[in-house]
Antibody
Framework: QVQLQESGPGLVKPSETLSLTCTVS????????WSWVRQPPGKGLEWIGY???????SYNPSLKSRVTISVDTSKNQFSLKLTSVTAADTAVYYC??????????????????????WGQGTTVTVSS | DIQMTQSPSSLSASVGDRVAITCRAS??????LNWYQQKPGKAPKLLIY???SLQSGVPSRFSGSGSGTDFTLTINNLQPEDFATYYC???????????FGQGTKVEIK
């Protein structure tokens, strides 16, 4: 069963860049989408963005100007960079596999996506 | 951007109850709707994808329905381990983004 593990600094200073890495083990990073999701203390889930193994990305419009997600298939890792952080970026950050399913519909087949494997999450605090 | 709105924000129920949580999208998303369960201090867990397809290993008391803009997660015969927060999430392909609802906390009455 594929496993995901987030790693990176737990404390980042305001205005600096948050950098996290997700390592994929017991499975390949190829042929899947990989997402980052965050959860501020006591709040709900916020999708940050995803990347495909080819490097194709999609980002949350509200974070797009500050986010970069990259992939290193040779290391079976993908990474998140969030620039110009503030206290509002304090959160638990999760990485997740965004899996594709092919589901039969009334007339044809459709591709559906959902996050079926998650890392345990890593807490990042933005503070001086 | 597609917005997802869940209701209620919280509810109290007893073991054995039937519980329904609704999720409304700001525009039609077909059947591109997933449901997750999250317990305190844990990562979310996928329950249902594509509106009504049960993820492997998820008990059959969980079910999903709906299409377009209105969706429902139903939990039959609520069990003690079902007390958690539930999130809907859209994965509609255009635009290729993901959005979560704000969550529904299911508490013990």
């Amino acid at each position: 069963q594929v496993q995901l593990q987030e790693s990176g600094p737990g404390l980042v200073k305001p205005s600096e860049t948050l950098s996290l890495t997700c390592t994929v083990s017991d499975g390949s990073i190829r042929s899947y989408y990989w997402s980052w999701v965050r959860q501020p203390p006591g709040k709900g889930l916020e999708w940050i963005g995803y990347i495909f193994d080819t490097g194709s990305t999609s980002y949350n419009p509200s974070l797009k100007s500050r986010v970069t997600i990259s992939v290193d298939t040779s290391k079976n890792q993908f990474s998140l960079k969030l620039t110009s952080v503030t206290a509002a970026d304090t959160a638990v950050y999760y990485c997740a596999r965004d899996r594709q399913w092919l589901v039969e519909g009334a007339l044809t087949y459709y591709y559906y996506y959902a996050m079926d494997v998650w890392g345990q999450g890593t807490t990042v605090t933005v503070s001086s | 951007d597609i917005q997802m709105t869940q209701s209620p924000s919280s509810l109290s129920a007893s073991v054995g109850d039937r519980v329904a949580i609704t999720c409304r999208a700001s525009q039609s998303i077909g059947s591109y709707l997933n449901w997750y369960q999250q317990k305190p201090g844990k990562a979310p867990k996928l329950l249902i994808y594509a509106t009504s397809s049960l993820q492997s290993g998820v008990p059959s008391r969980f079910s999903g329905s709906g299409s377009g803009t209105d969706f429902t997660l139903t939990i039959n015969n609520l069990q003690p381990e079902d007390f958690a927060t539930y999130y809907c999430q859209q994965s509609y392909s255009t635009p290729p983004e993901r959005t979560f609802g704000q969550g529904t906390k299911v508490e013990i009455k």
